[in-house]
């Protein structure tokens, strides 16, 4: 049995009429950049996350660059992320001219450990990047706390949860700004790159559109310089129609999740995924802990699943920081889990069958050794 990692030709086949009807309609009336299908996307997300500015922009890596950007972050000053997870969360504050400084993670959980953040803060530091990873909340009061406590800003990086919940509220409204990416595999994903920003400050927003759309609000009137990074018509009126589904798909990712746990439970040699507390995790990835990971992923691959790591190498230790000179003990928790984190297909489409035929494989190759 072949078993795609993630299988994005289910989920356009099952809504073919409607994704391609969307996008007849866009090029009929050529609205490619900005116009009526943005500022209606736009207007619908913001809705569903109950906040009263949502700003399409061109991926979910320039979301966090122009609201760091906005918020006045820049040479000098520095910005807490975490250790674990895509090269955006800290390249776009490097992009300022600020400078990264990376946290450890909670191993039950794979996000931030908020009791790590307080002693890495200076008077340099102006903001925390939460990273709500794998579709799991990063633990939000604990953060909101500490950045009350210091004034700072916190900008949740939302890239791989949409509509996820922390204690019945939605990630990506606890903080000053939420960036989101709609990149073709994420939970809610384009057919080309396409990002947000939601916010409850309306001139933060303000800024921030301004900024995406080379320093202007109207056309001919830059009142500063910016970028060009605008979500276009296509990927809005795709988003549009599958925003109407996401909240069913995300708990498809759930069950299919809690199906995999329940097969995989007290089996030696694995680590299932657990939950946070009071939070609804989206499973944006599947992710065990596996012993000797390293041949368990050929032996799928073998057998026809197809695996991935996220990430092979925590950020700290990739050759772009070498010059921060951190070492693997600087980071204990992040760098187990490198060695031994493994993401199984996932997505809503997946059968039980297919969650059977990964399970029993994992079983096989630990019992034959
Ligand atoms: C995908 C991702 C991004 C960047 O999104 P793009 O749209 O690919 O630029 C940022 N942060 C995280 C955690 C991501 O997974």
Known sequence: MDIPFVDLEAQYKNHKNEIDGAIQNVVNDTAFIRGDYVDNFEQKYAEKYGVKNCIGVGNGTDAIYIVLKMLGVGSGDEVITVANSWISSSETISQTGAKPVFVDI?????????????????????????????????????IMRIANKYDLYVIEDTAQAHFAEY??????????????????????????????????????????????????????????????????????????????????????????ALHYNELLADFEGITTPKIRKNAIHVFHLYVIRAERRDKLANYLKDKGINTSIHYPTILPLLSAYDYLNH???????????????????????????????????????????
């Not at 800024?207 to 009137?221: I, P």
């Not at 060009?228 to 299919?256: C, E, F, P, T």
């Not at 996932?346 to 059977?356: C, D, F, G, V, W």
């Not at 079983?363 to 050794?369: A, R, S």
């Open 106 to 142: 909670e191993p039950d959980y794979f996000t931030i450990d908020p009791t790590k953040i307080e002693e890495k803060i200076t008077d340099k530091t102006k903001a925390i990047i939460p990273v709500h990873l794998y579709g799991q909340p990063a633990d939000m009061d604990p």
């Open 167 to 256: 204690k019945d509220q939605k990630v990506g409204t606890f903080g000053d700004a939420a960036t989101f990416s709609f990149y073709p595999g994420k939970n809610l994903g384009a057919y080309g790159d396409a990002g947000a920003i939601i916010t409850d400050n309306d001139e933060l927003a303000d800024k921030c559109r301004m900024f995406a759309n080379h320093g202007s609000l109207q056309k001919h009137d830059h009142k500063i310089e910016g970028i060009n990074s605008r979500l276009d018509g296509i990927q809005a009126a795709i988003l549009n129609v599958k925003l109407s589904y996401i909240q069913d798909w995300n708990k498809k990712r759930l069950s299919n």
């Open 327 to 369: 070492t693997p003990e600087d980071f204990p928790n992040a760098y187990k889990a490198q060695q031994e984190i493994l993401s199984l297909p996932m997505y809503p489409e997946l059968t039980n069958t297919q969650i059977k035929y990964v399970t029993n494989n994992l079983k096989k190759y630990y019992t034959n050794k």
